[in-house]
């Protein structure tokens, strides 16, 4: 880590080497996945969760994917986020934020994001590979979401603690933070098993 300044910027740094989809996951018949956080660049032009009518409060996961789905006339997004907790008090503050509700949650998508191409290498600009715009947007595409995942990942003793004594809700996953900010994390079996089950294609059996 002596090459980085802080944890959230080696968080940041692994999860750049993520794919657009998130390693391990099956393929649903619908599958327009993109990884919105973090961008290739540290920028401000990236998705963010909030609650309808909030102008301030957003919700910045350090890792966030989002799969369009849908049509055009009713898009829906669901989302795999991961959180890098150093701290319990900063696990109990991003658990409240996934914590079911009533109230809906909606994704942010800027324009500028939206433009922009898909990864390096693809120039497909993003908003096509949704599947559900039709044009080039003016606006911020506001889109609720269906399905929520998350996925902490804990200091060694923190998740030790937890998963002796907690039982996670069913949209959250755990893992040790050594086993996120490895070198080919996203080769690991285990975390790919572990990302494959954050998934609702992972509660039927035989799913397409």
């Known amino acids: 880590m002596s090459e980085f300044r802080s944890l959230d910027a080696l968080v940041r740094a692994r999860l750049r080497q993520w794919p657009q989809r998130p390693p391990g996951l099956g393929r649903p018949a619908q599958s327009n996945w993109l990884r919105g956080r973090p961008t290739e660049a540290d920028c401000s032009h990236h998705p963010f969760l909030k609650l309808p009518g909030s102008r301030r409060l957003r919700t910045l996961p350090d890792g966030l994917w989002l799969n369009f789905g849908g049509t055009p006339a009713e898009p829906f997004v669901d989302i795999l986020a991961i959180e890098a907790c150093a701290t319990v008090p900063n696990l109990l503050d991003k658990r409240s934020r996934f914590a079911p509700s009533t109230q809906s949650l909606l994704a942010v998508c800027p324009v500028a994001w939206l433009l922009g191409p898909t990864t390096q290498t693809d120039p497909t600009p993003r908003w096509m590979t949704t599947g559900v715009l039709r044009f080039p947007p003016a606006l911020p595409f506001i889109v609720p979401i269906r399905d929520v995942r998350v996925l902490y990942a804990l200091t060694t003793r ?32 285990a975390v790919r098993a572990l990302l494959a089950r954050a998934s609702a294609a992972a509660n039927f059996l035989g799913a397409p």
């Open 158 to 189: 923190h998740y030790e603690d937890f998963a002796q004594s907690q039982v996670p809700h069913p949209h959250e996953y755990f893992m040790p933070m050594d086993a996120l900010v490895a070198e080919g994390a996203t080769e690991d079996p």
